[in-house]
């Protein structure tokens, strides 16, 4: 089964800008893993922010993006605010419709 | 509004069995893939099972291949996870996630607020 990966934690200043990333132990991560972006804050539910790369639900603040960057999945996140500050999972989709998550990454706005 | 409602959650003993329920509205329920996503305490999420619109294909994480099964009635919009020969390591917050339109994939858009399962003697 493949490994996806990201980075532990990273830290943002408020306002500032922020990219996390996603990875895949089989090589470069493209559209046809159709990399999902969730947020999580503490005692809540997973929302999911970003679909098939870049697609953004009608509930997905503005100050957040999806891309391919360098073999990856990308979330930027642009003019961060402290509401911002929870842990971020992507999920990628392999061929036997089998999808991994990411093992998260703890953002901090400070 | 899309609703997702998970019960069923309860402390059970290892090699003990349960299902888990989900109940959907504000959606075609029988238009969308379904799964099941876990989260051990203090954890990341880990992918669980997912079941095709119709039932027809479904699919499961090598932890849980064998010992659960996913179904569902179109009928009741509900979705369903039978889970046998637990394991200490299957305690978990099991959230079930309103999948892709009509595609047999991962991704979920919408999330109910998750059942807990511990496995404990």
């Known amino acids: 089964q493949a490994v996806v990966t990201q980075e532990p934690s990273l830290t943002v200043s408020p306002g500032g800008t922020v990219t996390l990333t996603c990875g895949s132990s089989?090589?470069?991560?493209?559209?046809?893993?159709?990399p999902y972006w969730f947020q999580q804050k503490p005692g809540q539910a997973p929302r999911t922010l970003i679909y098939?790369?870049?697609n953004k639900h009608s509930w997905t603040p503005a100050r957040f993006s999806g891309s391919l960057l360098g073999g990856k999945a990308a979330l930027t996140l642009s003019g961060a605010q402290p509401e911002d500050e929870a842990e971020y999972y992507c999920?990628?989709?392999?061929?036997?419709?089998?999808?991994?998550f990411g093992g998260g990454t703890k953002l901090t706005v400070l | 509004e899309v609703q997702l409602v998970e019960s069923g959650g309860v402390v059970v003993q290892p090699g003990g069995s349960l299902r888990l329920s989900c109940a959907a509205s504000?959606?075609?329920?029988?238009?969308?893939?379904m799964h099941w996503v876990r989260q051990a305490p203090g954890k990341g999420l880990e992918w669980v099972s997912l079941i095709s619109w119709d039932g027809g294909s479904t699919y499961y994480a090598d932890s849980v291949k064998g010992r659960f099964t996913i179904s569902r009635d179109n009928s009741k919009n509900s979705l369903y996870l039978q889970m046998n020969s637990l394991r200490t390591e299957d305690t978990a917050l099991y959230y079930c996630?309103?999948?892709?339109?009509?595609?047999?994939?991962?991704?979920?858009?919408?999330w109910g607020q998750g059942t807990t399962v511990t496995v404990s003697s």
């Open positions: 098939d790369t870049s």
């Open positions: 996630a309103k999948g892709v339109l009509g595609l047999v994939r991962g991704g979920m858009d919408v």
């Open positions: 089989t090589g470069a991560v493209t559209s046809g893993h159709y």
């Open positions: 999920l990628l989709s392999y061929s036997g419709a089998r999808p991994v």
């Open positions: 504000g959606f075609t329920f029988d238009d969308y893939t």
